[in-house]
């Protein structure tokens, strides 16, 4: 599988493609191949050096994307293969207008790998459905879910 990685701060010229195994996941992991992504200004401010958030060096950018579940494992009970679904971007933020500790929240896409690859490994708990049936397309029901 390919899978884009960037640092902070290394500009857009700083994105290089890598080959990597499609990932197995672990106990409570779902692997989601992903079928749209959207670039926000959020990834521009890592790649820029102006994003204020703790970024994992080497990381895979990009926060918003949906797909469907290809493989789950071990004692995953919230998502099952050829569930379509999205990731949240701050899987630990769950309500309240700002949580504790925001400024070292876990962030898909900063202190965590992205959506800009063909599969993600992602936690069973930072996933959300997506209504079936949709006949809008994965892509389109992504972009309204994020604006």
């Given at each position: 599988?390919?899978?884009?990685?960037?640092?902070?701060?290394?500009?857009?010229?700083?994105?290089?493609?890598?080959?990597?195994?499609?990932?197995?996941?672990?106990?409570?992991?779902?692997?989601?191949?992903?079928?749209?992504?959207?670039?926000?200004y959020r990834d521009?401010?890592?790649?820029?050096?102006?994003?204020?958030?703790?970024?994992?060096?080497?990381?895979?950018?990009?926060?918003?994307?949906?797909?469907?579940?290809?493989?789950?494992?071990?004692?995953?009970?919230?998502?099952?293969?050829?569930?379509?679904?999205?990731?949240?971007?701050?899987?630990?933020?769950?309500?309240?207008?700002?949580?504790?500790?925001?400024?070292?929240?876990?962030?898909?896409?900063?202190?965590?790998?992205?959506?800009?690859?063909?599969?993600?490994?992602?936690?069973?708990?930072?996933?959300?459905?997506i209504p079936v049936?949709?006949?809008?397309?994965?892509?389109?029901?992504?972009?309204?879910?994020?604006?």
């Open positions: 599988m390919k899978s884009y990685h960037a640092n902070k701060g290394g500009g857009i010229a700083s994105l290089i493609v890598k080959e990597h195994d499609i990932p197995t996941p672990g106990p409570h992991e779902v692997v989601v191949r992903v079928r749209a992504s959207a670039l926000n521009l401010a890592i790649v820029w050096g102006t994003y204020p958030l703790p970024i994992k060096p080497d990381g895979i950018p990009l926060a918003d994307g949906a797909g469907e579940v290809i493989a789950i494992g071990t004692d995953v009970t919230r998502a099952k293969p050829g569930d379509r679904v999205a990731a949240t971007p701050l899987p630990q933020w769950i309500d309240e207008p700002f949580f504790p500790g925001w400024d070292s929240a876990a962030q898909i896409g900063g202190s965590l790998d992205g959506l800009l690859t063909e599969y993600a490994l992602l936690h069973e708990e930072w996933l959300v459905h049936p949709d006949t809008r397309g994965i892509g389109k029901v992504r972009k309204r879910a994020c604006g």
